[in-house]
């Protein structure tokens, strides 16, 4: 593995870690990766100039709870496992299944792993997952109308919510900016939210994705709790804590790692 490489692979573990632990220190993290702390320094000032972490004194910690990670750091950060769990969310879309696709790059990853369907009829309001799915002419697909949001293609406002409630269909697809130890549902933006819960209301079946990074991740708004939702679809088991609640909820937990729990609250083990 060259340089390049190594370093982003051990600062997409960094974020992890950070998210997993709360906070850490560069001294820690430094005998964890067996490297100088001046080499932990400098991951820490590339993350935090990307708002993917928040440094204190002689360590770092979890952004802010009030402003997002810069799309162009979403794309990059976790893409293998957001691809892994996009390919498996694809094995649980039939064919000839209508969706909703929201906002977010888990969201867009999946919408390449379909690409193989036939005759689905997709729904969103994410231009970048327009612009994917249009490659297949087998598929009819609907934009929703709002404004759009420079930073990621996000199409939100009234008339976003006003154009998802006129429908009902099989499988809402939706990404999420964090998930507490409680089960709640947490995003960043007031507006974005306000679609995603329409997107829930106007969906048969509702499945989540979203890598381990967002457990225990906080955000400002409250969306929704684990109750609304039918499957999570993931990269990792969450938290024992988490896992209850999900449990309690009977919502199915797919994990892409190769170990796809049958369901929360169901027999059977392991599916994949």
Not at 51 to 74: K, L
Request: proline share 3%; glycine share 8%.
């Amino acid at each position: 593995m060259d340089a390049r490489l190594d370093a982003e692979h051990r600062q997409q573990e960094i974020v992890a870690l950070v998210h997993a632990k709360g906070m850490v220190q560069i001294q820690w993290l430094a005998e964890h990766f067996d490297v100088t702390p001046q080499t932990i320094r400098r991951d820490i000032e590339h993350l935090a100039g990307q708002a993917a972490v928040r440094r204190f004194r002689g360590g770092v910690t979890v952004p802010s709870s009030v402003e997002n990670i810069a799309y162009t750091t979403r794309q990059t950060l976790m893409a293998e496992e957001k691809r892994r769990i996009a390919e498996m969310v694809a094995r649980h879309v039939p064919e000839d299944a209508s969706l909703f696709l929201n906002i977010g790059t888990t969201t867009e990853a999946v919408a390449q792993a379909l690409l193989s369907h036939k005759r689905l009829r997709v729904l969103t309001n994410n231009l970048n997952v327009a612009t994917i799915l249009h490659k297949n002419t087998n598929f009819a697909l609907s934009i929703a109308g709002g404004q759009v949001r420079e930073r990621d293609g996000g199409i939100i406002g009234e008339a976003t919510v006003e154009f998802i409630r006129r429908y009902k269909v099989d499988i809402g697809i939706i990404g999420i900016s964090g998930i507490d130890s409680e089960g709640d549902l947490l995003d960043y933006d007031e507006q974005e939210v306000r679609v995603a819960r329409a997107i829930i209301e106007s969906s048969r079946r509702v499945f989540l994705v979203t890598d381990h990074t967002k457990f225990g991740r906080n955000a400002m708004i409250r969306m929704a709790d684990v109750r609304v939702l039918d499957d999570l679809f993931t990269d990792r088991l969450p938290p024992p804590e988490l896992m209850e609640v999900l449990t309690n909820a009977d919502c199915q937990v797919h994990v892409a790692d190769g170990s796809d729990p049958a369901g929360a609250g169901e027999e059977g083990g392991f599916e994949e």
